[in-house]
T-cell receptor, first 110, second 116 residues
Framework: EDKVVQSPLSLVVHEGDTVTLNCSYE??????LLWYKQEKKAPTFLFML????IEKKSGRLSSILDKKELSSILNITATQTGDSAIYLC??????????FGTGTRLKVLA | DGGITQSPKYLFRKEGQNVTLSCEQN?????MYWYRQDPGQGLRLIYY???????QKGDIAEGYSVSREKKESFPLTVTSAQKNPTAFYLC???????????????FGPGTRLTVT
């Protein structure tokens, strides 16, 4: 059965800290891995990583795909209170469905 | 502005009543999805549709029904057969209906359904 596991489940840090969120997967046919940020309601798209694009960066956020370890990390440097959210990882295994992890709840304290 | 709208934001129903959640998109996307989000469980797929007049069951379709009569609209009905319907429901769409083509999904703001 295809599976996506995120860790930690929750995390509390102070402003200015750097955090690393983890996503590991077991799928029969990996095509891409996606990261989303969910603040209150709608998840918003952050990055998509594929075999041809294993590293993405946008401002203080960056993500790397490790196809050998079947995992990805999402790094956030110099965290701000606005980074507080649930971060979702999803894997697209080449069918029509996206498989989501349980998410990591990040709280950044001022 | 292009996007996905869901209505209502909050919905309260008595047990035993069917309820329909609305999802509309003006992104001209082919594929649309319904997810259910419970605390600590991530997003679970209820139904998805790759094209008008066609849809498939996801992982937790029991007690739910959908229709796709127009490209822009994908309403979800939560029936009285759904044993535990209280949850946050998210609708999403993506550009491609081609199998194996990875595109990001765009999400609506969600509907929080409470059944008592």
């Amino acid at each position: 059965e295809d599976k996506v596991v995120q860790s930690p489940l929750s995390l509390v840090v102070h402003e200015g800290d750097t955090v690393t969120l983890n996503c590991s997967y077991e799928v029969t046919n990996f095509r891409s891995l996606l990261w989303y940020k969910q603040e209150k309601k709608a998840p918003t798209f952050l990055f998509m990583l594929t075999s041809s694009g294993i590293e993405k960066k946008s401002g203080r956020l960056s993500s790397i795909l490790d196809k050998k370890e079947l995992s990805s990390i999402l790094n956030i440097t110099a965290t701000q209170t606005g980074d507080s959210a649930i971060y979702l990882c999803a894997v697209f295994p080449g069918t029509y469905k996206y498989i989501f992890g349980t998410g990591t709840r990040l709280k950044v304290l001022a | 502005d292009g996007g996905i709208t869901q209505s209502p934001k909050y919905l309260f129903r008595k047990e035993g009543q069917n309820v329909t959640l609305s999802c509309e998109q003006n992104l001209n996307h082919d594929a649309m999805y319904w997810y259910r989000q419970d605390p600590g469980q991530g997003l679970r797929l209820i139904y998805y549709s790759q094209i008008v007049n066609d849809f498939q069951k996801g992982d937790i379709a029991e007690g739910y029904s959908v229709s796709r009569e127009k490209k822009e609209s994908f309403p979800l009905t939560v029936t009285s057969a759904q044993k535990n319907p209280t949850a946050f429901y998210l609708c999403a769409s993506s550009i491609s209906r081609l199998a194996g083509v990875p595109y990001e999904q765009y999400f609506g703001p969600g509907t929080r359904l409470t059944v008592t």
